[in-house]
């Protein structure tokens, strides 16, 4: 077995397409690389292992998700150890390029390479002098490299030209050489779909297309193609992780609300966010609520959608797990959680209140008319049913108006566009049914082929 079989674990946040790193130094101790602030699993993992974090290493300010550093060392002691340059307001070890750290045997070197942010590390991990493999987090990733426009489009050209040289200085180690980045297929931060999520130097010279561009110039042209859009939440954590997150003393909580103090909130500005699967979202729920079901991607959706300012009020089914949504929501920096519906739908019924419905077909029942296709700009382009309208459901609450009249909402499965439906039902919107289903099933029950071939959906 090699030293990845041996001593390292790879901690992967399928929602976030997010790999963490926890790593064993054989006496007892444990690193951890580019921890998030829900750090149940890597908790359980050490546990197992009997382990205790004593070092802990952010490759970059993050923008996905908060960093769980802070509270690593607040809970076991651990140095967090990051780029000088990111200057981050709370007790750490600043690296600068060439800087190591001595690890109790294994030794951990900090290489410059700025890209995806400008006070990027990669770290390199050595065994005396043999390159066991490097965190890469939003350098070098499994066929392409991060997206270089966190900071701004003005400097999305700087940044990938940063982020070319970055490679090219990581595609000069040992080809043998471990790659362990951060960003996955699924992160917004730009990573092609498959199912690797670590590779070797040798293997990303062979197969990634950046790294094959022929100049500089290349390089920039295919990284800012490859750019779509990202969640609006990523603007205000960056900030938040050069600062330090909060120290969690306690597990938080969701209260139980009656209808009562649902509808309180409801009138003083809150937010209801229905959890359940789609179907019973569109059977019967509170009206103005949005439907973000409860899944991998829950986080995305909620903080691309809603505010962090705001209470948030939701409605679960009987068997979901209200954990889940609470860290779910904490590892985005989502707070102002005020509770949920004790009883959930039932009770707000039993308390006389009404409920709005939407219709939810199959793709033998939808109508023929309008189709408003609201996934990404990239998957609609791999493939959309012809004449189809296309507002990403990111965009959706600003172009609300643009929605055809009497459209047939649709995705790739059938929850984006239920979100998208509450959307436009809380802009008035009322003539709306949903496809259960994606555009694959459409054409096919309504004798159309797709334009191109059909992508990914989350």
């Not at 960093?67 to 809970?75: K, M, N, P, T």
């Not at 789609?278 to 505010?307: C, D, N, V």
Request: proline share 5%.
């Amino acid at each position: 077995m090699g030293f990845a079989d041996d001593h390292l674990l790879a901690l992967v946040d399928e929602g976030l397409g997010n790999s963490a790193y926890l790593v064993d130094l054989g006496d007892g101790r444990a690193l951890a690389v580019d921890a998030g602030r829900d750090l149940r699993a890597l908790h359980a993992a050490a546990q197992r292992r009997g382990l205790t974090v004593a070092y802990v290493a952010d490759t970059h300010l993050h923008a996905d998700f908060l960093s769980g550093a802070v509270q690593l060392g607040h809970e076991t002691g651990a140095i967090v150890l990051a780029s000088a340059a990111g200057q981050r307001t709370f007790p750490h070890r600043g690296l600068a390029d060439g800087d190591e750290v001595d690890l109790g045997g294994l030794r951990l070197r900090g290489l410059a390479t700025p890209g995806h942010t400008d006070e990027h590390l990669s770290f390199l991990l050595l065994d005396g002098g043999r390159e066991l493999g490097v965190f890469t987090g939003g350098s070098l990733i499994v066929n392409s490299a991060a997206r270089t426009d966190l900071l701004g489009a003005d400097r999305s050209q700087e940044l990938a030209r940063a982020q070319y040289r970055s490679l090219r200085h990581l595609a000069t180690l040992p080809d043998e050489t471990a790659v362990w980045p951060t960003h996955g297929a699924g992160s917004f931060c730009s990573a092609p779909p498959g199912a690797e999520r670590t590779t070797t130097i040798g293997a990303q010279k062979q197969t990634n297309p950046l790294l094959a561009a022929p100049d500089e110039d290349t390089f920039v042209k295919q990284l800012l193609a490859s750019l779509g859009s990202y969640p609006s939440y990523f603007s205000r954590l960056t900030e938040r992780n050069r600062r330090g997150p909060a120290v969690l003393t306690a597990a938080p909580s969701l209260p139980a609300l009656d209808a009562g103090q649902v509808k309180a909130l409801l009138a003083d500005g809150g937010h209801v966010v229905d959890v359940r699967p789609a179907a019973e979202f569109a059977a019967g729920h509170i009206a103005g609520a949005i439907s973000i079901p409860l899944r991998e991607a829950f986080a995305t959706w909620l903080g691309w959608l809603l505010p962090d300012t705001t209470p948030l009020v939701f409605v679960t089914g009987e068997s979901q797990d209200v954990g889940e949504i609470v860290w779910q929501a904490y590892k985005i920096g989502y707070e102002r959680l005020a509770g949920r519906l004790a009883g959930g739908m039932r009770a707000w019924l039993k308390a006389g209140n009404p409920q709005a419905t939407t219709a939810f077909v199959t793709a033998g029942q939808a109508p023929a008319g309008p189709y408003l296709d609201v996934r990404q700009q990239a998957e609609y382009c791999a493939g959309h049913v012809p004449g189809a309208v296309n507002l990403e459901l990111g965009d959706l609450a600003d172009r609300a108006a643009e929605a055809p009249a009497g459209a047939l909402v649709a995705c790739g499965h059938g929850e984006r566009a239920m979100t998208a439906a509450g959307i436009l039902e809380r802009a008035g919107r009322t003539d709306l049914t949903v496809l259960n289903g994606g555009p694959a099933e459409y054409a096919t029950a309504h004798g159309k082929r797709l334009t191109g071939s059909q992508g990914d959906a989350r």
